[in-house]
């Protein structure tokens, strides 16, 4: 738990930089929320990310550029990434994926103009790198008692 992800954040802020991006926290960022107990609840976690990010990215880039951002923009994004996941009938968790990359791209875009490409290729950097640790580098131990039998001292 104290190595896959520190291992993991390190390894993917330097691929997002070597990709190019320039907001390479936000793959170490995936790590860490992707990271979940088992192997396969981090890729059930990362596809859930994965789909609500590549959703509030495209919500809020087509609405940036016709709205500035106030308390009134960020509540109708939030509203509009809400109603189109219900309509989509998406998971809550991939839904509030959707209005936290919509929040985001939002804001950011407006300093950055490659904020909303970052966002999903760093996405899916962690992802990869999370989906890596997780069930190649540091896999499940298999419970020793299994392999030994069941001895009591």
């Not at 990709?19 to 860490?32: D, E, I, Q, R, W």
Request: hydrophobic share 55%.
């Amino acid at each position: 738990m104290i190595w896959k992800p520190s291992l993991g954040c390190a390894l993917a802020w330097a691929i997002a930089r070597w990709a190019g991006s320039n907001h390479p926290y936000l793959a170490p960022l995936t790590v860490v929320l992707c990271l979940q107990a088992t192997p396969d609840r981090s890729v059930q976690s990362s596809w859930q990310r994965m789909v609500g990010t590549v959703i509030g990215v495209a919500i809020a880039t087509v609405i940036v550029n016709w709205v500035g951002v106030s308390a009134w923009t960020v509540g109708m994004i939030v509203f509009l990434s809400i109603l189109i996941g219900k309509q989509l009938r998406l998971d809550d968790t991939i839904i509030h994926q959707v209005g936290v990359s919509a929040i985001l791209v939002l804001v950011f875009e407006n300093h950055s103009v490659s904020y909303a490409f970052d966002r999903i290729v760093d996405t899916a950097i962690g992802i990869i790198v999370a989906i890596v640790l997780d069930l190649f580098i540091f896999p499940p131990r298999k419970n020793r008692s299994s392999k030994v039998g069941h001895r009591h001292f």
